[in-house]
């Protein structure tokens, strides 16, 4: 069992920066695949950046060049640091705790923190 918490949501403007963290605990952090997925009104979630234990990442193509995904596996955090924010970035913004094996797939899912890009 993994709990996941997000923390560093707001509201900016259109070019600015964010970073948003995520702990976890109750589990081996640095067995998980984390990643950062993203909702906005009327749509589906949706991937936005993943890093494996390891440090091996990927992004949307939406993001790449602008955001960057990252863990500090001592402290069981993962962060996305956003630049160059515009406003369809706007959605709440989900961490996520994954493993993969043979027979399915687990999934950890945090509350969500909300992202506002508007002037």
């Known amino acids: 069992q993994v709990q996941l918490v997000e923390s560093g949501g707001g509201l900016v403007q259109p070019g600015g920066s964010l970073r948003l963290s995520c702990a976890a605990s109750?589990?081996?952090?640095?067995?998980?695949?984390m990643g950062w997925y993203r909702q906005a009104p009327g749509k589906q979630r949706e991937l936005v950046a993943t890093i494996t234990g390891g440090g091996s990442t990927n992004y949307a193509d939406a993001v790449k060049g602008r955001f960057t995904i990252s863990r500090d596996n001592a402290k069981n955090t993962v962060y996305l640091q956003m630049n160059d924010l515009k406003p369809e970035d706007t959605a709440v913004y989900y961490c996520?705790?994954?493993?993969?094996?043979?027979?399915?797939?687990?999934?950890?899912w945090g509350q969500g923190t909300q992202v506002t890009v508007s002037s």
């Open positions: 109750g589990s081996i952090f640095s067995i998980y695949t």
């Open positions: 996520n705790a994954a493993r993969v094996f043979a027979t399915g797939r687990l999934d950890y």
